[in-house]
């Protein structure tokens, strides 16, 4: 008896780079804008994600700008952006853009929980930043992952067997 043949749909990493990119650096401006306003700087974030590299010793204050600090937060963030914008793609992309923006506002929601309320215990610096503008970010970031992702992904099948 011959198996049976069915298509599996298959991830498009090139549209997993891009989305985790792009929202990564909208979650990173918004953030620091919300930040800005909130408490009077946005270098604030930035240097807490660079603390998970470059020590306790990067924190504010002052919380201004030190190219260094940046370059090492964008080091830390952008890869982290990508490789979440690649489990958002992994889990959803089967199922069209409305689920790749609501499902990714969820993950983004987790995504949030698991930072601020797990991570933190290896990372105090981030309960500082904890609260509504930090999980308003997280959403936004992967609604936008998820999002980015459906658009830009070109569909892609192979043949499997059963």
Request: aromatic share 12%; hydrophobic share 60%; net charge negative.
């Amino acid at each position: 008896m011959k198996p049976q043949q069915t298509l599996k749909q298959l991830v498009d990493w090139r549209a997993v780079v891009f989305a985790g990119v792009i929202s990564g650096t909208v979650f990173l401006a918004l953030t620091m804008w919300l930040t800005n306003s909130a408490v009077g700087s946005a270098w604030l974030l930035p240097r807490i994600i660079a603390s998970v590299v470059m020590g306790e010793r990067v924190l504010p204050p002052p919380a201004t700008f030190d190219a260094a600090v940046f370059g090492m937060c964008l080091l830390v963030h952008l890869p982290m952006s990508v490789a979440f914008a690649a489990l958002i793609a992994t889990v959803l992309h089967r199922w069209g853009l409305l689920v790749g923006v609501v499902g990714g506002a969820a993950f983004g929601l987790a995504l949030y929980a698991v930072n601020f309320y797990t991570m933190s215990a290896w990372f105090p610096q981030f309960l500082i930043v904890r609260g509504g503008l930090l999980v308003a970010s997280h959403v936004v970031f992967g609604a936008l992952a998820g999002g980015i992702y459906e658009l830009l992904e070109v569909e892609e099948f192979v043949s499997v067997e059963e």
